[in-house]
């Protein structure tokens, strides 16, 4: 009995030793096993640690293919452009100035935001919230009086547009920026609880009520539990545990698309290259190919109109028996010619919410300073956790968020990159002159304002173009304004989940002694 403990014993110190001259072997370049080799993928490349293997402390390295594309999005490429008009200013507003800029691969939405998808979110909202907090869902309801005008017969559409089956796949209107906003964020909570029961590790709630909802951040934080199906195995303590940012399973938020990436999105300047040659061959004054807004090509579809927009004074669609856009009103999310993208109505149809408060200076900011041209954007507030004193996030909200609050100016001071917790006045105009964006004193324009782009069904040719722009309050609706979501790129920008950075394969020779 005495041998037999004494044998395992020594047993045990020779797998240690060895382990401690593998991971030697491993970190001096001293090749003693071809384990060092084999295991590169599991191994670390700064210790020899083995990944993945409980008996090393179970530290972990995902195998990961690349980020999933999420439901209705498009891969949008990034590169440079030229941000800002391509036209004649025929407004005299000189607040889209030309300049050059780089956006980083993102996520666009194929289409505008449906009455169906937009339903479906407010049904959820009646049905999570509507006993407790009904005004949750009140303030996501379209504004449908939008439709109303003095001198016209639009009550149907008032009563019928977002609700009656024949516009399901129409875009919603009468959505205020805030509202849209709101959306993303739901939306982003629906799609990753989505790939979490597809997973296998959540089994679908449908009594989620009030507080008790599902959201991404709460559940990171472990604030949220649900209704667990199958954990996944955590390596360090051979129990399970709930997914983590780490596992690469969970998307990034939806948003709202920045005016940089909607204005990249719709030009769609893609493969107009000449090989080994980095400068765009040719601008565009639409979203696509061409200076005018008929179809070239000579086939069945020559001449055709290629978006939804008003011609002439009382002409929105043409005469009968040969109307032009064949809508009088918003069209089908997907009807008309798709982009270079893929991508439908970046010209026409309605005009859509972009994240950047408006300021007619900011195009003069980016093309003074060049530390602004990559990702520009205008808006940015900069929040953190909101956490106790031992550090942990605070309880979550009614509606199951996190908290958030601003940095403070004392936390941002002795940085180098930014210095102010809220950059929406950031070089907007107002050092160069004693007036300030107060608005109904000096301007129209305030902190509220955000920008649309696209132009819409009852817009002119000009408003088309994506380097036009205009703004309306954050609170404010119309008939002729809807959105569609972006998302980020996380990794690398070609989306075919290869890593970013040029990689050579270059066949070395050795050097020829004399």
Known sequence: MFFAVKLKTMNTL?????????ILACTSGVLLTPS??????????????????????????????????????????????????????????W??????????????????VSNREYRFYTEWLGKTFG??????????????LVWLDELSYNEPMAEQYFRYPSYDDYPVVGVSHVQ???FCKWRTDRVNETRLIRQGVLNPNLEQKDQDNFNTGSYLVGQYEGNVRKNVKDLATGESRPVKIEDGILLPGYRLPTEAEWEYAAYALKGNLIPGDENISAGRTYSWSGNTVRYGKRDKYQGAILANFKKGSGDYMGIAGKLNDNAAGPGPVRAYLPNDFGLYNMSGNVGEWVMDVYRPM?????????????????????TKMVKDEDGRPVEKDSMGRLRYEFYTKEELANRTNVRTNDATNY??????????YDTDVHT?????????????????????????????????????????????RLGGATGNNTPDGNTFQVKSKRPVRR
């Open 131 to 144: 006993g407790t907090y009904p005004e949750v869902l009140i303030d996501a309801l379209p504004d449908t």
């Open 180 to 182: 849209a906003t709101e």
């Open 444 to 488: 129209l324009i305030s902190n509220k304002s955000r920008v649309y782009k696209g132009g819409s069904w009852a817009d002119r040719a000009y408003w088309l173009s994506p380097g036009t722009r205009r703004f309306m309050d954050e609170d404010q609706t119309s008939r002729a304004i809807g959105f569609r979501c972006a998302m980020n």
């Open 427 to 436: 070089r907007d105009g107002d050092e160069y002159s004693e007036v300030t």
């Open 362 to 382: 900011t195009s003069s900011a980016l093309r003074d300073e060049e530390n602004h041209d990559l990702n520009p954007f205008r808006g940015s507030k900069f």
């Open 36 to 93: 060092c080799s084999k295991s590169s993928k599991t191994v670390s490349e700064t210790t020899g640690w083995s990944y993945n293997d409980p008996k090393w402390g179970g530290y972990e390295k995902v195998d990961y293919k690349g980020q999933d594309t999420g439901p209705n999005l498009v891969l949008v490429e990034g590169g440079t452009f030229t941000m800002g008009l391509s036209q004649e200013d025929v407004m005299y507003e």
């Open 14 to 22: 020779n797998i240690m030793n060895r382990s401690f001259l593998l």
């Open 95 to 112: 607040n889209a100035v030309p300049r050059r800029v780089t956006v980083t691969s993102f996520y666009m939405d194929e289409t505008e």
